[in-house]
């Protein structure tokens, strides 16, 4: 990773690109493009994807590794991506069981949410948007889910132009029906235990 980084510092350089070393705040225009520039590779890869463009699929990710090493060099904390990157691999790989296996249960006692959007939803582009905008909606009322209950999220395509209110107060709807219906089966299920 040492050559790369090199290699970004070297491309900030000779573009005039903002640079910060110790770490430091990035000029408000350079913040703006950043996401968006990684918004964009993240939607060339998705279409190479469903397209199944194996060379357009290696250049996103290329650009967007770039993109990301760029954004470390602005920041200046680029020489810390190595240590980072342990960090997050170690904290990803501290939720496997002794078996290999990803906890699930006694070993992670949260809620988990998943959304289809498929391609009938439109193009890559609107389909991202609908993902957003459910994101949003998910996390804003997510803390609605106090038990490990697995959920699935098959949206329509008027969340694409749905007023967010009516979008977030639907979800918490959903989210209030599952959290009733957890509840319930939890409670039968202690019932149960204490009998035995």
Same mark, same amino acid.
Not at 58 to 76: C, E, K, L
Not at 91 to 116: E, Q, Y
Not at 161 to 181: G, H, S, W
């Given at each position: /990773?040492?050559?790369?980084?090199?290699?970004?510092?070297?491309?900030?350089?000779?573009?005039?690109?903002? /640079?910060?070393?110790?770490?430091?705040? +990035?000029?408000?225009?350079?913040?703006?493009?950043?996401?968006? &520039?990684?918004?964009?590779?993240?939607?060339?890869?998705?279409?190479? =994807?469903? #397209?199944?463009?194996?060379?357009?699929?290696?250049?996103? +990710?290329?650009?967007?590794?770039?993109?990301?090493?760029?954004?470390? +060099?602005?920041?200046?904390?680029?020489? #810390?991506?190595?240590?980072?990157?342990?960090? %997050?691999?170690?904290?990803? /790989?501290?939720?496997?069981?002794?078996?290999?296996?990803?906890?699930?249960?006694?070993?992670?006692?949260?809620?988990?949410?998943?959304?289809?959007?498929? #391609?009938? /939803?439109?193009?890559? %582009?609107?389909?991202?948007?609908?993902?957003?905008?459910?994101?949003?909606?998910?996390?804003?009322?997510?803390?609605?889910?106090?038990?490990?209950?697995?959920?699935?999220?098959?949206?329509?395509?008027? +969340?694409?132009? &749905?007023?967010?209110?009516?979008?977030?107060?639907?979800?918490?709807? =959903?989210?209030?029906?599952?959290?009733?219906?957890?509840?319930?089966?939890?409670?039968?299920?202690?019932?149960?235990?204490?009998?035995?």
């Amino acid at each position: /990773m040492q050559k790369q980084i090199q290699q970004l510092e070297e491309f900030h350089r000779a573009y005039g690109v903002a /640079m910060n070393e110790p770490v430091g705040p +990035v000029p408000t225009k350079g913040q703006s493009i950043r996401g968006k &520039l990684q918004v964009e590779e993240a939607e060339e890869i998705q279409t190479a =994807v469903e #397209k199944g463009d194996l060379v357009e699929i290696a250049d996103g +990710v290329i650009d967007s590794i770039y993109i990301a090493i760029g954004t470390a +060099v602005a920041y200046g904390f680029q020489h #810390k991506l190595p240590d980072l990157f342990d960090a %997050v691999h170690r904290s990803n /790989m501290s939720k496997l069981g002794p078996d290999g296996k990803p906890l699930r249960g006694a070993g992670i006692n949260t809620p988990r949410v998943g959304l289809t959007v498929g #391609k009938v /939803m439109g193009k890559a %582009v609107d389909r991202n948007r609908i993902k957003r905008r459910m994101r949003e909606a998910v996390r804003k009322n997510l803390s609605t889910l106090s038990l490990p209950v697995d959920v699935i999220l098959h949206p329509r395509r008027s +969340v694409i132009d &749905l007023e967010f209110t009516t979008l977030d107060r639907e979800v918490a709807n =959903v989210f209030r029906t599952i959290q009733k219906a957890a509840e319930k089966e939890n409670l039968a299920s202690e019932k149960l235990r204490i009998e035995n």
